[in-house]
């Protein structure tokens, strides 16, 4: 089972600031089967990013993935109000599918 | 408008079961694979099931392997997990979520569409 460890567990950011979440797994990620998911809360999950860079239709360009093997990133480069959200990678290149942990990028 | 509605939640004793639904709309959904997700009351995401395009090939968390049951009735769009001998830790909003088409699939599949989820809560 690949493990995805999410980093940090909570950002503390303004709006404006740029955001870097991080993604560790414990072993390759599959040709780079990784995505990043927004949830707010009482939502569902929202896909941001897939194969690691690539982003989903109608996501903002201040959204951007990297990455590869077990290192991945997510940036955001200029937070607006509603960027404020958890934030999930998951790898869906091998069974069983994971997520990590999550970061709570919260308003400061 | 593409479109998953989860129903069939509900609060239940352990022990017992429940069949969920989803029932998909704007898309062909005979030609997608498909996925449950679940998160627990302020944890994570969890994979729970995963289930081709065909029902040819159907995989399961550990945590819920030889309890449920995922299956699909592609005539009537609609998506199904039957959850069965539930446990207090099977507590959690239950996401049916679009993997991707048969004819183009990466690994299994990012979800680019969920649903708003069903809640099911196993207690006395």
């Known amino acids: 089972e690949i493990v995805l460890t999410q980093s940090p567990g909570t950002l503390s950011l303004s709006p404006g600031e740029r955001a870097t979440l991080s993604c560790r797994a414990s072993?390759?990620?599959?040709?780079?089967?990784l995505a990043w998911y927004q949830q707010k809360p009482g939502q569902a999950p929202r896909l941001l990013i897939y194969?690691?860079?690539s982003r989903a239709t109608g996501i903002p360009d201040r959204f951007s993935g990297s990455g590869s093997g077990t290192d991945f990133t997510l940036t955001i480069s200029r937070l607006e109000p509603e960027d404020f959200a958890v934030y999930y990678c998951?790898?869906?290149?091998?069974?069983?599918?994971?997520f990590g942990g999550g970061t709570k990028v919260e308003i400061q | 408008e593409v479109q998953l509605v989860e129903s069939g939640g509900g609060l239940v004793q352990p022990g017992g079961s429940l069949r969920l639904s989803c029932a998909a709309s704007?898309?062909?959904?005979?030609?997608?694979?498909m996925k449950w997700v679940r998160q627990a009351p302020g944890k994570g995401l969890e994979w729970v099931s995963y289930?081709?395009?065909?029902?040819?090939?159907?995989y399961y968390a550990d945590s819920v392997k030889g309890r449920f049951t995922i299956s699909r009735d592609n005539a009537k769009n609609s998506l199904y997990l039957q959850v069965n001998s539930l446990r207090a830790e099977d507590t959690a909003v239950y996401y049916c979520?679009?993997?991707?088409?048969?004819?183009?699939?990466?690994?299994?599949?990012?979800?680019?569409?969920w649903g708003k989820g069903t809640t099911v809560t196993v207690s006395s």
């Open positions: 979520a679009r993997a991707c088409s048969s004819t183009s699939c990466y690994g299994f599949g990012y979800m680019d569409v």
């Open positions: 704007g898309f062909t959904f005979s030609s997608y694979n």
């Open positions: 289930i081709s395009s065909s029902s040819s090939t159907i």
């Open positions: 072993q390759s990620v599959s040709i780079s089967y």
């Open positions: 194969g690691a860079s």
């Open positions: 998951q790898q869906y290149g091998s069974s069983p599918l994971t």
